[in-house]
């Protein structure tokens, strides 16, 4: 089912939402706001507040605390059962042994790239690349695993501002590229609880030696953009544990293991009343399957006979 999603998505080319990703949070937060709910940023949960078998609230991690009967959480179950929720009420409710079984999936480097030029006159293509050394994917990430020199087991590059029909509207004579790629956690551990931004001169010169690699497969597959970047930025695992809370660094949240996929407690509704899980780890990872897992939540919680007039009242 999951490869099925996967494979029509792209069969029809992929979709890009005009005028770019922020537009997603920019349609959805008004909606939100309409109905007497509101959106805060820079606000980190610190716990998930319980007493008695059910959610009592969050506390923040500047100490102050929002009660509320109902959290529905998408920071991922490893951190919901195993930082946000208390350990004993996790343990109790046999969070932590089931924990175990799961595991996080690879962690990435992404590099952020800035042009002073149109996508249109420096040749941008609207597809994605995949570049992989050999058919071996499996015998390629080993070695990657084991060397940090061997060959990338895959290269992913993308072209938003190609993508996005409204872009040089708002950001006229420039381009974008994206480059992710996967990095093993183990890598940047001896950094890790350092702070964004001053995590020393050895680990911006490992990080600046991943960038330029990166590069060299952009400049190998469009060679006439050698010297027309404008700028660079790499970002490590733990910039995305740093951002994300992620604590491995991962990029699509669990591991997509057989033993994930037949696990039959990662599902909206938990043992703990009134907490709600979605986000990827209840479905599949990527932008639709977390969207999806929001849609599997919501009817988990007001039932199907509700669905129906709520996405009209959604939707009109």
Request: proline share 5%; with cysteine.
């Amino acid at each position: 089912m999951v490869h099925a999603m996967i494979a029509r998505h792209y069969l029809y080319g992929g979709y890009y939402p005009v005028g770019g990703s922020w537009r997603i949070a920019d349609t959805i937060i008004p909606r939100i706001q309409a109905t007497g709910g509101e959106v805060f940023t820079y606000a980190r949960v610190a716990r998930i507040l319980s007493d008695g078998g059910r959610v009592t609230g969050v506390e923040m991690s500047d100490g102050h605390v929002i009660q509320c009967g109902t959290v529905v959480s998408s920071a991922g179950v490893a951190n919901t059962f195993g930082n946000l929720l208390d350990a004993e009420v996790a343990a109790d409710l046999g969070y932590a042994e089931k924990l175990v079984s799961v595991e996080p999936s690879f962690a990435h480097l992404g590099v952020y790239i800035g042009l002073k030029d149109t996508a249109e006159n420096l040749g941008l293509p609207r597809t994605n690349f995949w570049i992989y050394p050999s058919n071996d994917f499996d015998a390629d990430v080993e070695a990657f695993e084991r060397d940090p020199d061997a060959e990338f087991p895959v290269v992913y590059i993308s072209f938003p501002s190609a993508k996005d029909p409204d872009y040089e509207n708002r950001h006229p004579g420039t381009a974008t590229i994206e480059i992710v790629a996967p990095a093993p956690y183990e890598w940047f551990r001896r950094w890790e609880g350092s702070t964004w931004g001053k995590r020393g001169d050895d680990y911006d010169a490992f990080k600046a030696h991943l960038g330029e690699r990166l590069m060299e497969h952009l400049y190998d597959k469009l060679p006439a953009l050698r010297g027309r970047v404008d700028y660079y930025e790499v970002s490590t695992p733990l910039s995305t544990n740093w951002f994300g809370g992620y604590q491995q660094g991962e990029l699509y949240g669990l591991e997509h293991t057989a033993d994930r996929l037949r696990s039959d407690w990662l599902t909206p509704k938990t043992r703990l009343k009134g907490l709600w899980l979605t986000g990827q780890d209840i479905l599949t990872c990527g932008v639709t399957g977390a969207m999806m897992a929001g849609l599997m939540t919501t009817t988990a919680m007001v039932g199907l006979r509700r669905m129906g007039p709520l996405m009209k009242r959604i939707f009109n």
